[in-house]
């Protein structure tokens, strides 16, 4: 680098010895080529004068890498190996994205998250386990973590920054959790459960060996092998295996047609609650008769009727 004397730096006029010191000086540091080069060619030392060379290499198309003296190859923009750019609606694709995993034995204990902590977890053995979730304005809205109970008992217990409870799953469950607003430390969150490990499902079945509660069954009559009781509330006929039992103030209420059958047990009465008949009652009552709804007595065949008198009433 040439010396250079300036007004401004000396802060008075330069004198002429001055002024010829940096011509000469500029002189001396110039760098002059011998011959004529060519485009694309490089200029290089040959040890006594500046001379065109070969040409000029660059690194091929991509990002050049540089090695501190050196340009070193490219990193490409497409294909395998290649530097990620997004597109012009900065979008990125790729066959698939690999997040962050960690699998976990449970020890009662809680682990807090930070923005690099891996999003997903599998958590495994007994005894529970609570995670308690990063800032979230350290994180973008639509964060996504997830959470799989492995455990053969215990909870995972997944709480905001501020150690609110956001969600309790038990053994076999899989929770998604997304961050709906970072405004917050404590954030916003919204989760979704997944089917339990023990359910399979397709278009039309649904198979898991569990307890329903909590909601209404609008689907089709579930068969008491699966815990439902198999009654059909339409026009089917019902049929009852077993005993049934009412215990209670309660009213029962049957409407019968011209073709019941009742078959009566050893003892016992029967009676009806309606409070009006149809018309006169006629016909003489006994020990073997009973009182239709339309007011006369009809017979009960002696084959019915064992070691006991009976009274019953039956509406229809």
């Known amino acids: 680098m040439s010396t250079i004397v300036t007004r401004s730096g000396k802060g008075s006029p330069l004198t002429n010895n001055e002024v010829d010191a940096n011509f000469t ?3 001396t540091d110039k760098v002059q080529v011998t011959g004529t080069p060519t485009t694309g060619q490089a200029i290089v030392w ?3 004068a500046w001379v065109p060379g070969a040409s000029a290499v660059y690194p091929g198309a991509g990002i050049p890498v540089s090695t501190g003296s050196a340009w070193g190859s490219s990193y490409g923009t497409s294909g395998a190996n290649s530097v990620v750019l997004r597109d012009a609606n900065q979008n990125v694709t790729a066959n ?5 995993f960690t699998n976990v034995a449970a020890a009662g204990t809680t682990t807090t ?4 902590s891996t999003p997903n977890f599998v958590v495994t053995g007994s005894g529970g386990q609570t995670y308690q979730l990063p800032d979230a304005t350290t994180l973008p809205a639509g964060a ?4 799989n109970n492995n455990q053969s008992s215990g909870t995972v217990v997944v709480k905001n920054n501020s150690g609110t409870t956001i969600a309790t799953l038990q053994s076999g469950s899989y929770i998604e959790i997304i961050l709906l607003s970072n405004s917050i430390a404590a954030g916003t969150w919204d989760y979704h459960n997944q089917a339990p490990s023990n359910a399979s499902w397709s278009t039309n079945t649904l ?3 569990g307890s329903y509660s909590g ?3 609008n689907g089709n009559v579930i068969s008491g092998s699966y815990g439902g009781t198999g009654v059909n509330n339409g026009t089917s006929t019902i049929t009852i295996g077993g005993n049934v039992t009412m215990s209670g103030a309660y009213t029962f209420t049957g409407t019968l047609t011209g073709n019941t059958s009742i078959t009566f047990p050893t003892s016992g009465t029967v009676i009806s609650s309606v409070t009006a008949l149809p018309g006169a009652i006629t016909g003489t009552p006994s020990s073997t008769t009973y009182l239709r709804g339309d007011g006369t007595w009809a017979t009960v065949a002696a084959s019915s009727i064992s070691g006991a008198a009976y009274a019953w009433f039956i509406s229809r």
Not at 96 to 100: K, R, S, T
């Open 25 to 27: 000086n500029l002189n």
């Open 46 to 48: 040959n040890g006594t």
């Open 96 to 100: 698939d994205f690999y997040e962050g």
């Open 113 to 116: 998250l930070t923005a690099s």
């Open 144 to 147: 996504i973590y997830t959470f």
């Open 207 to 209: 198979s898991w060996a």
């Open 215 to 217: 909601g209404t069954w």
